[in-house]
């Protein structure tokens, strides 16, 4: 099983600042198979990237990831007020399909 | 619209059983694969279950294996989970999500691009 470890667990910035999320994976991730979700409270998940770097459908292009292998990050350019959630990395490159354990970003 | 919606969660006794349903509509529900994931109050996201579109394969968590079953009806365009042996670790809120599948048939994606709201199941005595 591949595990998905986050840093930082929480990261607080004020709006307009850049925000940089980790996801670090025990074993490489098969075709960089790796997506970002964000999740606000009392909400479903919602998808932002996948394939490492391929922004969903209606995501806005402050949200970027790159990375391969072992290590992939989540750039949000600038914060907006309705950036501050939870996020979520998922390997879907190997079965059982993992996610970490989620990064908060929160205003400072 | 295109939407997921789960029903059949409540509150069920340790080692009883529940069956979840999952209600797919504004698209063709028989081109995806689809999944469960849970969440536990205040925890993170874990993955449950997946079947493919055409039911070829089928994907269980270790925690829930030999205990839930999953499946789908194309024809009502639905996915459903079979709960048994409920324990209180199961308590959780119970997405329903769906997978793009290559056009060429070869591969499902395993992300997730449309959820639903979620259905909690809560297990206690």
């Known amino acids: 099983e591949i595990v998905l470890t986050q840093s930082p667990g929480t990261l607080s910035l004020s709006p307009g600042e850049r925000a940089t999320l980790s996801c670090r994976a025990s074993?490489?991730?098969?075709?960089?198979?790796l997506a970002w979700y964000q999740q606000k409270p009392g909400q479903a998940p919602r998808l932002l990237i996948y394939?490492?770097?391929s922004r969903a459908t209606g995501i806005p292009d402050r949200f970027s990831g790159s990375g391969s292998g072992t290590d992939f990050t989540l750039t949000i350019s600038r914060l907006e007020p309705e950036d501050f959630a939870v996020y979520y990395c998922q390997q879907y490159g190997s079965s059982p399909w993992t996610f970490g354990q989620g990064t908060k970003v929160e205003i400072k | 619209e295109v939407q997921l919606v789960e029903s059949g969660g409540g509150l069920v006794k340790p080692g009883g059983s529940l069956r979840l349903s999952c209600a797919a509509s504004?698209?063709?529900?028989?081109?995806?694969?689809m999944s469960w994931v849970r969440q536990a109050p205040g925890k993170g996201l874990e993955w449950v279950s997946s079947?493919?579109?055409?039911?070829?394969?089928?994907y269980y968590a270790d925690s829930v294996k030999g205990r839930f079953t999953i499946s789908r009806d194309s024809a009502k365009n639905s996915l459903y989970l079979q709960m048994s042996t409920l324990r209180a670790e199961d308590t959780a809120v119970y997405y329903c999500?769906?997978?793009?599948?290559?056009?060429?048939?070869?591969?499902?994606?395993?992300?997730?691009?449309?959820w639903g709201r979620g259905t909690l199941v809560t297990v206690s005595s």
């Open positions: 504004g698209f063709i529900f028989s081109t995806y694969s």
């Open positions: 079947i493919s579109r055409s039911s070829t394969y089928i």
């Open positions: 394939g490492a770097s």
């Open positions: 999500a769906r997978s793009l599948v290559a056009p060429d048939y070869t591969r499902t994606y395993w992300y997730f691009d449309l």
């Open positions: 074993q490489t991730v098969s075709s960089s198979d």
